[in-house]
């Protein structure tokens, strides 16, 4: 009884000194679940991904487990999460392509995205959203009288949004009564929500990224840089961006 009082009391202590939610470590001690299977094919080979980790709610030691007739297994490691998930979907590949994600459970609503080519012995990675948001692909700058302009750093494409809909008390935070931008920046955050879509054009699926852009607080959303991503055999790219609104 006292050695578990005392695993209590240092679980305790160290989830108060790392600011980690306790049931993080508790989830850490349970043992090894199967979430989801599913058949994966690659050329004429069929085989199985297996996800798996340890938790109730909030998972650790993420993994897909891939094993095709005949190969020998191995393991993909994904990031820890909420609402782990992993389904293939036909991108226009020869194959389809896995689709992994989870939810970080921070404020925001970010998760994590991942897409890989399966093959009988190997994979390979072909979007992860975390790469994909530290291309440093847009910018924005306020303008006089209640405009953001949004750059395109590739593209050298712009856009220019009235912002007047915000909140009076970070709108006159970042213009002046004349107009005047006062200097306080807006913030391009980094990817929160990536989703495969169907285009019914094509009866393929792509990929439709979310990335908010705020100024003051995260809380004083302007709006949603939303991009439909394609893939072209071997990566994914922009086929379409554009701003969305949420009143």
Do not use: W
């Not at 790392?18 to 094919?41: C, E, M």
């Amino acid at each position: 009884m006292k050695k578990l009082f005392k695993i209590a009391a240092l679980l305790l202590f160290t989830a108060f000194i790392t600011d980690i939610p306790l049931q993080n470590y508790a989830f850490a001690s349970k043992t090894v679940k199967t979430l989801k299977v599913i058949k994966i094919f690659n050329d004429r080979d069929t085989g199985t991904a297996s996800l798996t980790g340890k938790g109730e709610n909030f998972f650790t030691d993420l993994k897909v487990n891939i094993c095709f007739e005949n190969n020998n297994p191995y393991e993909i490691f994904l990031e820890d999460g909420y609402s782990p998930y992993i389904e293939t979907f036909d991108f226009g590949a020869e194959d389809k392509l896995l689709f992994c994600s989870s939810q970080t459970g921070g404020s925001g609503g970010y998760g994590n995205y991942r897409v890989y080519r399966i093959q009988t012995d190997s994979y390979k990675l072909l979007y992860d959203d975390k790469l994909n948001s530290n291309n440093s692909e847009f910018t924005a700058v306020f303008k006089p009288n209640g405009f953001i302009e949004i750059l395109n750093n590739f593209s050298q494409h712009t856009l220019e949004i009235y912002v007047g809909y915000m909140d009076a008390e970070f709108y006159n935070q970042i213009f002046a009564p004349d107009g005047t931008v006062k200097g306080e920046p807006p913030f391009i955050n980094d990817i929160s929500f990536v989703s495969p879509a169907l285009s019914s054009a094509s009866g393929f699926y792509n990929l439709t990224a979310y990335r908010s852009v705020s100024a003051i607080a995260e809380v004083n959303r302007l709006g949603y840089i939303v991009q439909n991503l394609n893939f072209d055999g071997n990566s994914f790219y922009p086929a379409f961006t554009e701003f969305s609104i949420a009143f």
